[in-house]
């Protein structure tokens, strides 16, 4: 089920791809087993850090989701601003380490892994690529460190075996497939075809939308997964064309760029066919396309609509900003590893991920570090209800509730929030 919802808690940040944000995937099915729940007490047991919170980052400066990186870098940096300008964690200042996590046609995420476990880090933020996550999740959690992503969305990582220490500030693709699918319904398309990218997110997103398509009496005449490294992406266009769907789901990241000039080259682009982005496709587009190439295209996004006075604050740590996509969640997720750290006492990562399901449900509201932490030194628990949202993870680390955005491109090829869509995970 799922519910408009008020613009303070729409969808998430301007932009972009997202989510590529949101995610790719990839990983065999040794990793699937059914784990302990992230956040148990048990994961503490003998655990002690060294006095100071180090967190590391592990998000996009170059590949396929590095237009993602400035606003999550600039997310986490504000956090970690606030955290510090509020006296730090247990009395010491909170150390950060940035690193690239490239995208999975790299081992750069591998390498960035290294360098920030050589740094003894307590926590990684990212990656944003599920992909890049599932790759690196292993050595991560096998060194007893926390890991966070604000824009990991495939399913894949809900049951993951990770040693109750991988969390998310996005929710999984069960919720932006469903909004997905209904959205599509809801605008009188009765056969849809899907065009998705070959990777744990864009076989798993598509999954979630034919699951919500075809509940909702629609069809899916023609499904193709595609090689995103693709020189051309004509003959698989070319199968869409054949079945001649209403509408088009294009499950993408900057592959996008070719694909939609081929759409309109075979006579099934936006101007004849209603077309539909995701998080990991929905950019600016105004330095690609023709003007009103994109008009009238539609997509979904993960999370809550970035607030001017938020926008403001990231715009004083990075004045170039102009993406806003999961700056939110990566701001949560940082500020959420400080919470925990500081309400178990202790810096290591057993520690954290012991009070992280803790210190965001079941408490006292309370909406900033300095808040929280107030708080927690008169023993009281907290529920921290960020800028992303409530987040109040569940016992998989998944947030258990959170809202998809709905957003539509103009002439410009640039696209705008239209309202948002809550439900539970």
């Known amino acids: 089920m799922y519910r408009p919802t ?14 590529v944000l949101t995610a790719c995937g990839g990983g065999d099915d040794a990793g699937t087993e059914e784990p302990e729940a992230s956040g148990s007490s048990s994961a503490a047991a003998g655990a002690k850090g060294d006095g100071t919170l180090k967190i590391g980052t592990l998000l996009p400066q170059t590949g396929s989701l590095a237009f993602l990186g400035p606003p999550e870098f600039a997310g986490v940096d504000l956090a970690i601003k606030d955290i ?10 909170v150390e950060v380490t940035n690193s690239d996590s490239g995208d999975t046609s790299t081992d750069t995420a591998s390498q960035s892994v290294d360098r920030l476990l050589s740094n003894d880090v307590d926590a990684i933020v990212g990656a944003a690529s599920s992909s890049v996550s599932l790759s690196v999740i292993d050595k991560i959690t096998g060194a007893g460190v926390v890991q966070i992503s604000p824009a990991n969305t495939s399913d894949e990582l809900t049951n993951y075996a990770d040693k109750n220490l991988y969390f998310r500030t996005a929710p999984p693709d069960v919720l932006q497939g469903r909004v997905l699918g209904d959205l ?9 075809g899907i065009l998705a990218l070959q990777d744990s997110y864009g076989t798993g997103l598509a999954k979630q939308a034919r699951t919500a398509i075809e509940g909702g009496g629609g069809q899916i005449v023609e499904e193709v997964v595609y090689d995103p490294k693709a020189a051309s992406f004509a003959t698989e266009v070319g199968k869409i064309k054949a079945a001649d769907p ?3 789901a294009v499950i993408a990241f900057d592959e996008t760029t070719k694909i939609i000039p081929e759409l309109v080259k075979q006579g099934i682009g936006p101007n004849t066919k209603k077309i539909y982005f995701v998080d990991g496709n929905l950019a600016d587009y105004s ?12 997509g979904t996004l993960p999370g809550v609509v970035a607030g001017d006075e938020f926008k403001a604050r990231l715009a004083e740590v990075d004045p170039k900003l102009t993406e806003w996509a999961y700056a939110p969640e990566s701001y949560d997720a940082t500020v959420l590893v400080a919470l925990a750290a500081t309400a178990a006492g202790d810096d290591s990562g ?17 909406t900033s570090y300095a808040d929280c932490v107030a708080l927690l030194e008169d023993d009281k628990d907290i529920d921290y209800d960020g800028v992303s949202g409530p987040v109040e993870f569940n016992e998989k680390g998944d947030p258990s509730k959170a809202t998809v955005g709905i957003y539509q491109y103009g002439a410009g090829n640039t696209y705008t929030f239209v309202e948002g869509k809550d439900g539970e995970i």
Do not use: H, Y
Request: hydrophobic share 40%; with cysteine.
């Open 6 to 19: 008020p613009l303070w808690r729409s969808v998430a940040v301007l932009g972009v791809a997202g989510l």
């Open 350 to 366: 057993a520690s954290i991920a012991s009070k992280m399901q803790e210190v965001s449900a079941g408490g006292e509201k309370c």
């Open 287 to 298: 330095k690609d396309f023709p003007k009103g190439t994109l008009e009238g295209v539609k």
């Open 84 to 93: 510090n300008d509020a006296g730090g964690v247990n009395g010491k200042q």
């Open 184 to 192: 599509i319904l809801a605008d009188g398309n009765s056969t849809v």
């Open 246 to 248: 209403e509408a088009i």
